[in-house]
């Protein structure tokens, strides 16, 4: 273990993580459905102590029309944090590390998305983080399919995710900020959870092949934990439109 990590004891005499989970122990995961009565599409994600809401809109007409695909709907997805999602005021100008967010979460959920379905239209997916604590793209891909699943949208398959991290030799799921910041590796999973299929793999530190391959069979099944309650809150939200409720 660094010793950044000891100093901040990641992990202490009975294996336990600086919140009290086990290494392979989720944070607490809650999502609801349909919030935004102006967007196409939407989903509250609160995972830990990260707050992330994903809101979208489309198939609708692509503006400026020069961007526009003959064979496909145009993804676009736009990943900010605001300014107070974090203990020090962030600006608001996006951040080189928004940019590339947005981009890693558009290419984790074009492969679910039917857009040959779409052709000339554009997909606008927009994802807020409202309080961040590590993980937040991980939150925020399943925040953004579960909005896509609301929308409408024809997909093959949902897409969750998680992260893998590593405290010394142990390998622990779904990191949390501190974690993030002075643990030992950081493993961003995403999977199609029903075709089984991963949609993006990220890594921060250094991994034997042995851990690559653990890290894939325990982000796995943790997905398959994320894609049911995915199912469910989408579930209850047409279960309330279906009783003749007014939902988002
Ligand atoms: P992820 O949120 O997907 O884990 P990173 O590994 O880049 O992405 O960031 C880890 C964590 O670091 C974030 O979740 C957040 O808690 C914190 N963080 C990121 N950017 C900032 C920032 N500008 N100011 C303070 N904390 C930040």
């Known amino acids: 273990m660094s010793r950044k990590a000891q100093a901040v004891k990641l992990l202490d005499e009975q294996g336990r993580r600086v919140d009290g989970r086990l290494p392979d122990e989720m944070r607490p995961l809650k999502i609801e459905v349909g919030k935004l009565k102006n967007a196409d599409g939407s989903a509250y994600v609160e995972l830990g102590n990260n707050k992330v809401i994903a809101a979208v809109y489309g198939p609708r007409e692509v503006v400026p029309r020069h961007e526009a695909l003959p064979d496909r709907a145009l993804l676009r997805c736009r990943y900010s944090m605001l300014p107070f999602s974090v203990a020090e005021r962030k600006s608001p100008q996006p951040t080189r590390r928004e940019i590339e967010i947005s981009k890693v979460v ?7 998305i039917f857009l040959e379905e779409y052709p000339r239209t554009a997909i606008d997916v927009y994802i807020h983080v409202i309080e961040a604590d590590g993980g937040t793209r991980t939150a925020s891909i399943i925040a953004a399919a ?3 699943a609301d929308a409408g949208v024809a997909m093959r ?3 969750a995710a998680v992260a893998i991290g590593k405290i010394g030799e142990v390998l622990v799921v779904d990191i949390n900020g501190l974690e993030d910041q002075y643990g030992d590796g950081d493993m961003p999973i995403a ?3 029903q075709l089984g299929e991963v949609t993006l793999l990220q890594a921060d530190g250094v991994f034997k092949p042995e851990e690559i391959k653990r890290a894939l069979e325990m982000a796995s099944k943790h997905i398959r ?3 049911s309650v995915q199912v469910r809150a989408l579930k209850e939200t047409y279960a309330k439109v279906e009783e003749g409720e007014v939902v988002g």
Request: no cysteine; charged share 15%.
């Open 191 to 193: 999977m199609m959870p």
């Open 146 to 148: 579960t909005a896509l």
């Open 106 to 112: 558009r290419e984790a959920l074009a492969p679910a």
């Open 225 to 227: 934990y994320i894609h």
């Open 157 to 159: 398959d949902l897409v």
